[in-house]
């Protein structure tokens, strides 16, 4: 697919081929965090992983690119900031879906492990919240994960968001996982607001973040920057 909007814009930003983010928007009780939505030139169609207001102020970007198949999310509280204006299908796991329906119109909801073509897997991981769902996504040179919050980049360390609904041996369990699990770029849901929305890795870098992340769980950290 042939991207037909310029390499940035006022509303859509390209990261790498294929994949452009949104407009940040604050994170109402985190200072000094953002959040962005992500879309995605997958093989399947357009595809934007979170919920966020940048995705209305790019809508007329997002149709350049084609028009949008889907919205995942990575889980419920992203309905905090309602339903997009754009016309698009909304997904998310189906334990996540009674949190999202008072806010938002779900068009389906999905439980295990499955792909939408042959390049982006729906990862369930049951952590931050019992539906919180990582998305996984082989394009061009890169492997991108998508984490939601339950995994963010704090002054270059990765940290968890455990609140008290969280499952912490999910949570490890995902860890766990993840440390098999082949991706050179983190793209979590917020970051600090002049941060880079992503950070790219190396094998030894993501074995050690995760081994240190798994380290202070098992120790009892826990809240926003566990």
Do not use: C
């Not at 792909?115 to 996984?136: E, M, N, Q, W, Y």
């Not at 992340?213 to 009892?220: P, Y």
């Amino acid at each position: 697919m042939t991207s037909q909007i310029p390499h940035y814009s006022s509303a859509l930003q390209q990261l790498f081929p294929g994949l452009w983010s949104t407009r940040t928007t604050p994170l109402p009780f985190m200072d000094d965090l953002v959040v962005r939505s992500f879309v995605l030139e997958a093989n399947s169609g357009v595809v934007i992983i979170y919920n966020s207001p940048g995705i209305d102020a790019a809508a007329q970007e997002i149709h350049q690119l084609g028009t949008p198949t889907r919205l995942l999310l990575n889980h419920y509280h992203e309905a905090m900031y309602g339903q997009p204006e754009l016309t698009i299908p909304v997904y998310v796991h189906e334990w996540d879906r009674p949190g999202v329906e008072p806010k938002m119109h779900v068009t389906g909801d999905f439980r295990d492990p499955q792909f939408i073509g042959d390049d982006l897997k729906l990862l369930p991981s049951h952590s931050h919240t019992v539906g919180t769902t990582f998305f996984a996504w082989e394009h061009g040179a890169h492997r991108f994960l998508f984490p939601g919050d339950a995994i963010w980049v704090d002054e270059g360390i990765w940290k968890a968001v455990i609140l008290p609904e969280s499952d912490r041996r999910a949570f490890l369990n995902s860890l766990t996982i993840l440390r098999g699990v082949e991706f050179d770029v983190l793209v979590p849901w917020h970051a600090h607001r002049d941060a880079l929305p992503y950070a790219q890795v190396t094998p030894a870098h993501k074995r050690s973040q995760l081994d240190a992340l798994i380290d202070r769980i098992v120790s009892g950290a826990s809240g926003p920057r566990a």
